[in-house]
């Protein structure tokens, strides 16, 4: 990950007072080797790098961070402002039947992502929805989304391989409007690959039905190609959003930068499974996050080497990773640095997903409490530290006698401890997505 590429580079000499060609060089070139195995279309890496190299140049660094530091919180912040803004969703201000057009090459999740959108109006939105499918070149198509519409609980307007894709959607405005739809999506036909015969037509669609969305759908794991098919699209019609589908196959997240950058739309939504309820609205934070790597470890490592020796920080991080070899004595270095930087609550404030923790969990961790579970740390031998399994009966009324404590506190930190070391565990190796995931239930 680009976490793992920068280490070699952050540890340049600190407090190097201005971002200059020679300082950056190295961080630069293992950014652009970063997004090219995120498979950020090659032109659009190229743009991004000029775009931040300009930025970053003459830029003051702050006298605790590193010159590579510097440009990775450009590089972050960037990112982050070309996603997008957040929570975009769906313009449907208009007289009903608001209408949504479909456009993208075959496979890309047309049809499953209508059926996605039809679900999602329909339950979170409350709009009544009709679906129709201009497919008209493989019937199977038509049936498809005539299963989707009726999981989805949507109108399905019937449409056959004789008619003409125009004269389809035409009737099926009709059909809307007379009976008082909110919504109408269109589901087009796509081709293997961009031709004139396929934008032809997707245009006369666009000039029948007016629609007020038209979305471009693509498929994630396209990769290089998503730039050149979103280009295509986009000069085709006025796309008001992207639909990115297979997110979930997709570690790599630089088909998002691709597609957002080519077409200069916002990502709307993103596709994340089969399943007709697999549809998440997007966050341009969360992808950059994926494309970054590791995240807003990145950023609580940044913090931590704000305040704590950086030594110290960098060995929690790659201990953080490893997951491994965690002890207590490393348990109590996060303790203290936990309060270092403003106690639990501002550093839970940071972790994605963390706000909707249950009261619980949110509980167990308050800063007197922290203080109390470092002095039962203090108390246990180096020996015990590293192999808590020891701390046995004598040895726990030993610990909670030096630190002033009662047993059920040692038990409790021992406990805590355990469960921390899990949490490591997990993040091994790509994890830390996965325990967001998690703690966003
Ligand atoms: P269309 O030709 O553009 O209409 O594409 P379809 O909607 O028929 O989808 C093509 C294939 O991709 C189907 O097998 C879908 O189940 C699958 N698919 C679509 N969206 C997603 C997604 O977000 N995740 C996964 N895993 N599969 C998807
Ligand atoms: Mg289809």
């Given at each position: 990950?680009?976490?793992?590429?920068?280490?070699?580079?952050?540890?340049?000499?600190?407090?190097?007072?201005?971002l200059t060609?020679?300082?950056?060089?190295?961080?630069?070139r293992?950014?652009r080797?970063?997004?090219l195995e995120?498979?950020?279309?090659?032109?659009?890496?190229?743009?991004?790098?000029?775009?931040?190299?300009?930025?970053?140049?003459?830029?003051?660094?702050?006298?605790s961070?590193?010159?590579?530091?510097?440009?990775?919180?450009?590089?972050?912040?960037?990112?982050?402002?070309?996603?997008?803004?957040?929570?975009?969703?769906?313009?449907?201000?208009?007289?009903?039947?608001?209408?949504?057009?479909?456009?993208?090459l075959?496979?890309?999740?047309k049809t499953?992502?209508?059926?996605k959108?039809?679900?999602?109006?329909?339950?979170?939105?409350?709009?009544?929805?009709?679906?129709?499918?201009?497919?008209?070149?493989r019937?199977?198509?038509?049936?498809?989304?005539?299963?989707?519409?009726?999981?989805?609980?949507?109108?399905?307007?019937?449409?056959?391989?004789?008619?003409?894709?125009?004269?389809?959607?035409?009737?099926?405005l009709?059909?809307?409007r007379?009976?008082?739809?909110?919504?109408?999506?269109?589901?087009?036909?796509?081709?293997l690959?961009?031709?004139e015969?396929?934008?032809?037509?997707v245009?006369?669609?666009?000039?029948?039905?007016?629609p007020?969305?038209?979305?471009?759908?693509?498929?994630?794991?396209?990769?290089?190609?998503?730039?050149?098919?979103?280009?295509?699209?986009?000069?085709?019609?006025?796309l008001?959003?992207?639909?990115?589908?297979?997110?979930?196959?997709?570690?790599?997240?630089?088909a998002?930068?691709s597609?957002?950058?080519?077409?200069?739309?916002?990502?709307?939504?993103?596709?994340?499974?089969?399943k007709?309820?697999?549809?998440?609205?997007?966050?341009?934070?969360?992808?950059a996050?994926r494309?970054?790597?590791?995240?807003?470890?990145l950023?609580?490592?940044?913090?931590?080497?704000?305040?704590?020796?950086?030594?110290?920080?960098?060995?929690?991080?790659?201990?953080?990773?490893?997951?491994?070899?965690?002890?207590?004595?490393?348990?109590r270095?996060?303790?203290?640095?936990?309060?270092?930087m403003?106690?639990?609550?501002?550093?839970?404030?940071?972790?994605?997903g963390?706000?909707?923790?249950?009261?619980?969990?949110k509980?167990?961790?308050?800063?007197?409490?922290f203080?109390?579970?470092?002095?039962?740390?203090?108390?246990?031998?180096?020996g015990?530290?590293?192999?808590?399994?020891?701390?046995?009966?004598?040895?726990?009324?030993?610990?909670?006698?030096?630190?002033?404590?009662?047993?059920?506190?040692v038990?409790?930190?021992?406990?805590?401890?355990?469960?921390?070391?899990?949490?490591?565990?997990?993040?091994?190796?790509?994890?830390?997505?996965?325990?967001?995931k998690?703690?966003?239930g």
């Open positions: 990950s680009l976490t793992e590429r920068l280490n070699k580079t952050l540890k340049d000499l600190r407090g190097q007072g201005r060609e020679d300082n950056i060089r190295d961080t630069l293992e950014v080797m970063a997004l995120a498979d950020v279309a090659l032109p659009v890496v190229k743009d991004f790098i000029e775009h931040v190299r300009s930025r970053a140049l003459g830029e003051e660094v702050s006298t961070l590193t010159p590579g530091q510097a440009l990775i919180k450009i590089v972050r912040e960037e990112l982050v402002r070309l996603m997008g803004d957040d929570g975009e969703g769906l313009n449907l201000n208009t007289r009903p039947p608001a209408v949504i057009l479909m456009a993208g075959q496979g890309s999740g499953t992502s209508t059926g959108l039809a679900r999602w109006l329909q339950e979170r939105e409350k709009k009544s929805v009709m679906v129709v499918s201009t497919d008209i070149y019937p199977a198509a038509i049936d498809q989304l005539e299963t989707v519409a009726e999981k989805a609980g949507a109108a399905f307007h019937p449409s056959s391989s004789d008619q003409d894709p125009a004269d389809i959607a035409a009737g099926a009709q059909a809307a007379t009976g008082h739809k909110d919504v109408l999506i269109i589901d087009t036909a796509g081709r690959h961009v031709d015969g396929m934008m032809d037509e245009r006369r669609l666009h000039e029948v039905a007016e007020v969305e038209t979305l471009f759908v693509v498929d994630s794991m396209t990769g290089q190609d998503a730039a050149n098919t979103a280009r295509a699209f986009a000069d085709a019609l006025p008001t959003g992207v639909v990115l589908t297979k997110t979930d196959g997709d570690a790599r997240g630089g998002a930068l597609v957002r950058h080519t077409t200069g739309r916002p990502i709307k939504f993103l596709g994340t499974g089969e007709d309820d697999a549809l998440e609205p997007f966050h341009p934070d969360r992808i996050q494309i970054l790597g590791m995240g807003d470890m950023s609580l490592i940044e913090e931590a080497e704000n305040k704590v020796d950086q030594q110290k920080a960098e060995k929690v991080a790659r201990k953080l990773k490893k997951g491994k070899g965690f002890d207590l004595a490393d348990f270095e996060q303790l203290q640095q936990m309060q270092s403003g106690g639990v609550n501002s550093l839970m404030d940071k972790l994605p963390a706000g909707q923790l249950p009261d619980h969990v509980g167990q961790v308050d800063d007197s409490q203080r109390r579970m470092e002095a039962i740390i203090n108390s246990m031998t180096p015990e530290r590293q192999r808590p399994d020891i701390i046995k009966g004598s040895r726990k009324r030993r610990i909670a006698a030096g630190s002033g404590t009662q047993v059920q506190d038990n409790r930190l021992l406990k805590q401890f355990q469960q921390m070391q899990k949490m490591m565990k997990k993040m091994k190796g790509g994890g830390m997505q996965k325990l967001m998690q703690m966003q």
